[in-house]
């Protein structure tokens, strides 16, 4: 139970702060992925749990990208199981994840994962999702 907590404090907070932190330490171009290693950067570099780090990865790279790192680093999880539960984490909670946007990650035509933030009528939220 208390795994299970941990777990989802730590989804949460990637949710909240993962993107805006990426953006700020690495940048991003259009039609870019960020790395497995950029990722867990910013985690450990922004105090941000490096427990759960593959929920981290799978929402911000392609599946191959996720099961490249997931064989390096053992992990067990696949990367279709967690994206779902994340999607349902956002469903439940979208108020509290922001209450006035709909956060969704994608996988784009080009096989990289993407972050669209929205708020009211369609206009960016303005903290670099979109």
Same mark, same amino acid.
């Given at each position: 139970? *208390?795994?299970?907590?941990?777990?989802?404090r730590?989804?949460?907070?990637?949710? #909240? %702060? *993962?993107?805006?932190?990426?953006?700020? +330490?690495?940048?991003?171009?259009?039609?870019?992925?960020?790395? !497995?290693?950029?990722?867990? +950067?910013?985690? /450990? @570099?922004?105090g *941000?749990?490096? @427990?759960?780090?593959?929920? =981290?990865?799978?929402?911000?790279?392609?599946?191959? !990208?996720?099961?490249?790192? #997931?064989?390096? @680093?053992?992990?067990? &999880?696949?990367?279709?199981?967690l @994206?779902?539960e994340?999607?349902?984490?956002? =469903?439940?909670? #979208? !108020?509290?994840?922001?209450? /006035? !946007?709909?956060?969704?990650?994608? /996988?784009?035509?080009? &096989? /990289?994962?993407?972050?669209?933030? %929205?708020?009211?009528h369609?206009? +960016?939220? &303005?903290?670099? &999702?979109?």
């Amino acid at each position: 139970m *208390l795994t299970r907590f941990l777990r989802r404090r730590a989804i949460r907070s990637y949710l #909240r %702060q *993962l993107l805006y932190l990426l953006r700020s +330490d690495h940048g991003i171009e259009t039609g870019e992925s960020y790395t !497995a290693g950029q990722i867990v +950067d910013t985690l /450990t @570099r922004h105090g *941000l749990s490096v @427990r759960f780090e593959y929920y =981290a990865i799978a929402m911000f790279v392609s599946e191959e !990208a996720y099961e490249a790192a #997931r064989q390096q @680093r053992g992990w067990a &999880g696949d990367y279709n199981s967690l @994206r779902k539960e994340i999607a349902s984490m956002i =469903a439940a909670n #979208r !108020a509290q994840v922001h209450p /006035t !946007a709909a956060f969704s990650t994608y /996988t784009g035509s080009n &096989g /990289t994962s993407a972050h669209e933030c %929205q708020g009211h009528h369609g206009h +960016d939220c &303005g903290h670099g &999702g979109g």
